[in-house]
């Protein structure tokens, strides 16, 4: 069991942590220098470049979609087999 002084210790190391804290304009007045020297540069891509990725991703999305399609379809295979079973074993024997 606790003693009756270990909330006033638990207190006194918070109050201590409090004074160690940097406030956010001295966080934001150390980090300002380095975001105006990050630039960020990106690739030009060509029109047949932009094209043959949009196509990726086009095909990508339909083989998930169909996936997706397939899942569902053996989920519902599955389900109404259980469903058979239950009810031919609980209703018709």
């Known amino acids: 069991m606790g003693s009756a ?3 006033m210790l638990v207190i006194k190391a918070n109050r201590a942590l409090l004074r160690k804290r940097r406030s956010y304009s001295e966080i934001r007045d150390a ?3 380095y975001t105006d020297d990050l630039k960020l540069h ?3 891509l060509t029109p047949f470049e932009q094209k043959k990725i949009r196509d990726k991703i086009i ?3 339909r083989r998930d ?3 997706e399609i397939r899942a569902y379809f053996i989920s519902l295979v599955i ?3 259980l469903f058979f079973g239950i009810y031919y074993f ?3 024997s």
Do not use: D, I, R, T
Request: glycine share 4%.
């Open 5 to 7: 002084s270990q909330p």
């Open 42 to 44: 990106f690739k030009e």
């Open 79 to 81: 389900l109404c087999v």
């Open 59 to 61: 095909a990508q999305a």
């Open 65 to 67: 979609k169909m996936l």
């Open 90 to 92: 609980f209703f018709l």
């Open 31 to 33: 980090y300002n220098g």
